[in-house]
């Protein structure tokens, strides 16, 4: 009897050990989610912008566009963000041109997503508005679109409307992952609830993730984050003063900015995703990387020490969702070419051996 009884409070002992030692395992999970375990490194998007080349056989759904999508591979990318526009001749009009652009016909589009998909990767279809002609205005950008009468403005947006519920039909018949309803309509941004309207009405037709881009400084003044899924904010952030920086003061550059993101994120409950990072490969890159002035002298080390600081401040936080690097071209080999010496793109330059083992390390925690 004496036997059994000692039996029993063995298993019983073996028992309580193992439930132990199961909570342990869970509560140390737990602990690791907010303290900075490896697993919650990893990013839900590794991204690439590809930018479309207006010309076809050039663009998307070209054989180039299939070549550069092994590269992307290769790199460590596993989501591709394609971009598409409606048309405005001038900010203060409130009319939109849309299906203008031939070379970006739907069945481009739809012929783009499907290799995508079919090579792996998960796509963003992020929609812009362009102003004017080819050549920039400052003043003539989509930040600065705003109406003060009531009817023009409520004009504008139906107009708006319809483009972004025709881009989210496209993105549900292809099976688009996530859709970007608005980017870096700063002055617009403000009104709150015809983005909620238009968001309501998005989901109606669309079931993938939902996210809007804002400019960096901006994405604070924005209400609605909580009917999207996503905080998306192109981020580029000053992180110096002065060229030729060492990789800690671009690390300090970015971690003044870093608490203002988290504090974002913590105030909706929703992950960031930077809907667009880059820096152009010039020396200086890092002091207004917003800006695409083809000045500076050629510097492929500064691109990549300030993709680097941006991993080593962003690699351990698990509310950043994602990022998308500007950006990318769809034919490589096109009038863009001129643009690659000193451009945004990281293509076959030394910051993609930052970006492909920032990528390849989350790989390696999953």
């Given at each position: 009897m004496e036997r059994n009884k000692y039996k029993?409070?063995?298993?019983?002992?073996?028992?309580?050990?193992?439930?132990?030692s199961f909570l342990f395992v869970s509560l140390s999970s737990r602990v690791g989610d907010k303290t900075g375990g490896s697993e919650r490194a990893s990013l839900e998007y590794k991204g690439a912008v590809l930018a479309h080349i207006h010309r076809i056989g050039s663009g998307y759904g070209s054989g180039s566009s299939r070549?550069?999508?092994?590269?992307?591979k290769g790199i460590g990318y596993d989501t591709v963000q394609l971009n598409t526009f409606a048309y405005m001749r001038d900010r203060a009009e409130t009319g939109l041109i849309v299906d203008g652009d031939p070379t970006m016909a739907d069945r481009y589009l739809i012929d783009e997503i499907r290799n995508l998909h079919g090579s792996g990767f998960k796509v963003m279809l992020k929609p812009h508005i362009w102003i004017g002609g080819w050549n920039f205005d400052a003043d003539n950008w989509r930040s600065k679109i705003d109406f003060t009468d009531s009817d023009k403005r409520e004009e504008w947006f139906f107009n708006y409307r319809k483009f972004i519920i025709g881009q989210a039909m496209l993105a549900e018949k292809t099976g688009v992952e996530i859709l970007v309803v608005g980017t870096e309509l700063v002055e617009v941004s403000k009104y709150t609830g015809e983005w909620r309207k238009l968001i309501e009405e998005v989901r109606k037709v669309y079931g993938g993730r939902l996210t809007y881009a804002a400019e960096g400084m901006n994405a604070k003044n924005i209400e609605f984050w909580?009917?999207?899924?996503?905080?998306g904010i192109d981020a580029y952030f000053?992180?110096?003063?002065?060229?030729?920086?060492?990789?800690?003061?671009?690390?300090?550059g970015w971690k003044r900015h870093e608490?203002?993101?988290?504090?974002?994120?913590?105030?909706?409950?929703?992950?960031?995703?930077?809907?667009?990072?880059?820096?152009?490969?010039?020396?200086g890159t890092a002091i207004k990387p917003w800006e695409w002035s083809d000045d500076g002298v050629a510097s492929q080390e500064e691109q990549a020490l300030a993709f680097e600081a941006t991993s080593v401040v962003f690699r351990d936080k698990p509310y950043l969702a994602g990022v998308f690097v500007w950006k990318y071209f769809t034919d490589m080999d096109s009038e863009?070419?001129?643009?690659?010496?000193?451009?945004f793109t990281p293509y076959s330059k030394k910051a993609e051996t930052k970006i492909s083992a920032w990528f390849r390390e989350g790989q390696r925690n999953e």
């Open positions: 029993i409070l063995t298993v019983g002992l073996i028992v309580i050990l193992i439930s132990a070549n550069i999508h092994s590269h992307l909580d009917s999207l899924d996503y905080i000053p992180l110096t003063g002065k060229a030729a920086p060492a990789l800690s003061e671009l690390v300090r608490p203002e993101i988290k504090e974002l994120s913590e105030k909706y409950g929703k992950k960031i995703i930077f809907t667009e990072i880059g820096y152009k490969s010039v020396e863009e070419k001129d643009n690659i010496e000193k451009g």
